[in-house]
């Protein structure tokens, strides 16, 4: 393993463990037995630190939340199963800690530039749903709206589930809203798109 990533998984599993709001560069060069000049050597800055740890934190410590979009892309169910299977990775309990972080860096990332790396990977995350729809016959425009509501809404719930720790409960509602959601796009259960 090389220095830079020995650095990364230790910061990573800092911000995990403490959260982002209150550590400085050198709180977190501190936390890897580091100092603030290796740190921004390796790294940049603090703000590309803790966006490159993120994305750490989700593809080593929580490997369901991390695939669950690619699967979703070339799953081979009907769209409304695949994407409630989606859901059940993103909202498994054990993804909590990382729901938890990625909200408290989103919010530091929308005030501050440094994090523009990270807001584009963020912005990005709809993609697979456009590509799962557009593989399914949807025109462009269409795969596009469909993807960026489905987001926004999972996000939305993923907060509620964060306040409220009540999984079923926000299970329920969002296999409501999917079902309502899938009707009106056209999707059946038991069907592909519509068109």
């Known amino acids: 393993m090389s220095e830079r990533e020995r650095l990364l998984r230790l910061v990573a599993g800092h911000l995990l463990d403490h959260g982002v709001t209150s550590s400085t560069l050198r709180g977190l060069a501190r936390a890897a037995g580091s100092n603030n000049r290796m740190l921004l050597y390796y ?4 703000e590309q630190l803790v966006g490159e740890a993120l994305r750490t934190v989700a593809r080593d410590l929580f490997p369901g939340f991390e695939n669950a979009w690619s699967e979703l892309e070339h799953g081979t169910g009907t769209l409304q199963e695949d994407l409630q299977r989606v859901w059940d990775h993103i909202a498994d309990p054990v993804n909590l800690p990382f729901l938890r972080l990625f909200f408290e860096v989103f919010g530091q990332a929308t005030r501050q530039p440094g994090y523009a790396d990270l807001m584009g990977d963020i912005a990005n995350w709809h993609r697979p749903a456009v590509g799962r729809l557009r593989r399914e016959g949807w025109p462009a425009e269409r795969a596009e ?3 960026h509501e489905l987001t926004a809404s999972w996000r939305g719930l993923q907060m509620t589930l964060i306040l409220t ?6 299970g329920r509602v969002q296999a409501q809203a999917l079902e309502a959601f899938c ?13």
């Open 43 to 46: 790294f940049g800055s603090r």
């Open 145 to 147: 709206a469909f993807a």
């Open 165 to 170: 720790g009540d999984a079923a409960a926000v």
């Open 183 to 195: 009707a009106r796009a056209g999707v059946h259960a038991g069907a592909g798109a519509g068109t």
